[in-house]
């Protein structure tokens, strides 16, 4: 497993930008994906974002599509979701995950960072 901790939350207005960073450890970045994933009061988890292990795949949840962008940077081992356009629909705690690249369950998590998004 992976070592994962995330960092950049906080609160922001509507319409605002925040970057989220996942620090990783344990395993060589390079042999797995990676993702974020979202939990607002009330609700299931939910995908928003992954990237493959070389980031040049991406794929995202249809509801951000267009504001917010995945990428790594796997010699800082590093992850990070760069949020623009917030809505308070956005409004959750965070949480970055990996996975073996030949795998298809997300077996590492991280503790999560909170996002409130005023309107």
């Known amino acids: 497993q992976v070592q994962l901790v995330e960092s950049g939350g906080g609160l922001v207005q509507a319409g605002e930008s925040l970057r989220l960073s996942c620090a990783a450890s344990?395993?060589?970045?390079?042999?797995?994906?990676m993702g974020w994933f979202r939990q607002a009061p009330g609700k299931e988890r939910e995908f928003v974002a992954s990237i493959d292990w070389s980031g040049g795949a991406t794929a995202y949840h249809y509801s951000v599509k267009g504001r917010f962008t995945i990428s790594r940077d796997n010699a800082k081992n590093t992850m990070y979701l760069q949020m623009n356009t917030l809505k308070p629909e956005d409004a959750a705690v965070y949480y970055c995950?990996?996975?073996?690249?030949?795998?298809?369950?997300?077996?590492?998590w991280g503790q999560g960072t909170q996002v409130t998004v005023s309107s």
């Open positions: 344990g395993r060589t970045l390079s042999t797995v994906a």
């Open positions: 995950a990996a996975r073996p690249r030949s795998a298809t369950i997300w077996d590492s």
